[in-house]
Structure formats: C-alpha cells, structure tokens
C-alpha cells in the first residue's frame, strides 16, 4: 500500500507570496493532519480534516488554512508568506479519531 | 491542557551503549504511538502499544506501555550510528481521540 505523499518536497518563496502544499493520504483512510516543524517549536498542529470538514484547528493565524477532497487529498495554503513561516510541513492521515497517524515526507518551505 | 513529557530532551552516546528514553502523562493513553525522525524527513511509526503492561521488541528496541497506561519507555541496546533520530512519542487520550505528540528525544549515536 503507497504511504502518504506530499508534493512539493521542497518549495522557496518570498515574503508576501503564497503558496500551497498537497497531500494525498494513505488509500482508504479519512482524516489529514497538518503540522508545521520548526527546530525550536517541534510539532504544532495546524488543522485536521475529516471527509472534508475541518474537526480541528490549532492556534495559527488566519492566514494559514487548508481543505479536503472527496478523495480525501488536501491541500494547504499559506497567504502573506511571513520569515517565520520557515519550517517543514508535515502531513499525517488516518482512518479517524483514536486511531494512528502515518506521516508524510514533509515539504521544507523556505521563504526569503 | 493534557500533555505529554518527554525525557531527556537530547542524548549524545557512544555506539554499543545501552539507553532508555521516557514519554510520561498525568493523564491515561488509549494507545501511544512511538516514531523515529530523521532531519528532513517525516516521522516514521515505530510501535503502537494498547495493553497497560505491554511490551513490544522491533529488533534492538524494546517498547514498554506502563500499567497505568500513563507512561511509555523505549529501550535500545547496543546503540548503533543509524539509531541516530528523534524519537517522538505521541499519545491518544481516552477521552479525546485525538493524538498530542512530546516534543521528541534527540539520540545522536557516535562511531
């Protein structure tokens, strides 16, 4: 079975840009999680999706948000690129609530 | 705020030692997860353990679930520089079902 997948694995923007990230989940499971990693911050949690609705959302500005897909894809966009907004975007899918997650490869958003 | 504490933050060893890293809560695990990171890449599972008292082995790791299902321990023996990581242990609560990761055990395994 294919894991997780994120695309771009890498992506450099400048302040002020956006940009978007997808993910495409394990087949058959439900939920996507985001999370952005930073060396001094480790994992936060951004917002999960369940069959297209957002179920939770962590504490980020509004700048950052995210959808989901019939087909479970989702994608991320981040509006007005922020220095700061430097990390390793994480996405993780499940079959839901209480069960494991399985992580993708991450995309490192550098932004100048 | 339920979380989980991991410990030590960070580990330098040398390789063939032996050593124990810890994920601890005040508040009781449904299941806990461990994964192994490596710089720039996503975290991979390792192990989820259910049972209170569970023991689970994946070669020279050796993973324990506590009674009370409030605490979990990795042991490695006879370290070696590929162990080199960082060991996230993340925890789904009982009553949430949502999973809350530990800031992670940097290991760094020297030759």
């Known amino acids: 079975k294919a894991g997780v997948t994120q695309t771009p694995r890498y992506l450099i923007k400048t302040r002020g840009q956006q940009v978007t990230l997808s993910c495409s989940p394990i087949?058959?499971?439900?939920?996507v999680s985001w999370y952005q990693q930073t060396p001094g911050q480790g994992l936060q949690f951004l917002f999960e999706?369940?069959?297209?609705?957002?179920?939770n959302k962590g504490n980020f500005p509004g700048r950052f948000s995210g959808r989901q897909f019939s087909n479970s894809r989702s994608e991320m966009n981040v509006s007005t690129l922020e220095l700061g907004d430097s990390a390793l975007y994480l996405c993780?899918?499940?079959f839901g609530e209480g069960y494991e997650q399985y992580f993708g490869p991450g995309t490192r958003l550098t932004v100048t | 705020t339920q979380l989980l504490e991991q410990s030590p933050q960070f580990l330098s060893i040398q390789e063939g030692e032996n050593l124990t890293v810890y994920c601890n809560s005040s508040?009781?695990?449904?299941?806990l997860q461990w994964y192994r990171q490596e710089p720039g890449e996503g975290p991979v599972l390792l192990v989820t353990?259910?049972?209170?008292?569970e023991v689970k082995k994946l070669k020279r790791l050796t993973f324990q679930f506590g009674d009370a299902r409030k605490d979990s321990s990795l042991h490695i023996t006879a370290a070696q520089p590929g162990d080199t990581g960082l060991y996230l242990c993340?925890?789904?609560?009982?009553?949430?079902?949502?999973?809350?990761f530990g800031d992670g055990t940097t290991l760094t395994v020297k030759p």
């Open positions: 993780a899918s499940s």
């Open positions: 087949s058959g499971h439900r939920s």
């Open positions: 999706y369940f069959s297209e609705t957002q179920r």
């Open positions: 508040s009781v695990f449904s299941s």
């Open positions: 353990v259910v049972t209170g008292g």
């Open positions: 993340a925890g789904i609560f009982k009553n949430a079902g949502k999973s809350t």
